[in-house]
Every structure is written in C-alpha cells, then in structure tokens.
C-alpha cells in the first residue's frame, strides 16, 4: 500500500528549469533540465494557488505536464519568474 501512494505521489526533486519556449505565452512547451531539453507533448493539468505567508502572498502557477519519457510537476513562481521541477513520474 505504502508503494502504490509513493508512486502516486512521484519522485520529489525541487530543482531550477528553465523554459525557453511556451504555448500561448503561458504554458509551457519545453523546458531544459540538467542540461537536457524536453519536448512537453501534453499538459495533463494546470492551476494557480495563491498562499499567505510571512514574507507576503506566494503565487505560482502549477503544471503537469507528460513529455515522451515522464510525466513532470513544472511550477512558476510569478514574484521571481522561476520555475521549478518539482516532481516527475517514470
């Protein structure tokens, strides 16, 4: 049972990306991680959450995105401009 909700969870890795490319301005269409490009072919969902926090209100935008080997947590943080890796699913 503990598997089966790790695996739904995915593998947590919260590392910088960068996204050169994006649909519409807004979603994303590849993005460069450790130095390899992947070629996003479906975003499966996205959402914005807006969080109150003590340095202020924290907006980002989330998407899961599937590329041809994994499916991805990409997450942008509006205040910074980042984005994040923040899980991925083999």
């Known amino acids: 049972m503990a598997a089966l909700a790790a695996q739904r969870a995915g593998t947590r890795i919260?590392?910088?990306v960068a996204v050169p490319s994006k649909q519409n301005g807004?979603?994303?269409?590849?993005?460069?991680?450790?130095?390899?490009?992947?070629?996003?072919r479906s975003v499966e969902s996205c959402?914005?959450?807006v969080r109150?926090?003590?340095?202020g209100a924290v907006e980002r935008h989330l998407f899961k995105v599937r590329t041809a080997?994994?499916?991805?947590?990409?997450?942008?943080?509006?205040a910074r401009d980042t984005w994040h890796l923040e899980r991925m699913w083999e």
């Open 47 to 49: 959402r914005t959450e």
């Open 52 to 55: 109150r926090g003590w340095r």
């Open 26 to 40: 807004f979603f994303p269409k590849a993005f460069v991680w450790r130095g390899q490009r992947h070629d996003v």
């Open 69 to 78: 080997g994994a499916t991805y947590e990409l997450t942008q943080d509006l």
């Open 14 to 16: 919260h590392e910088l």
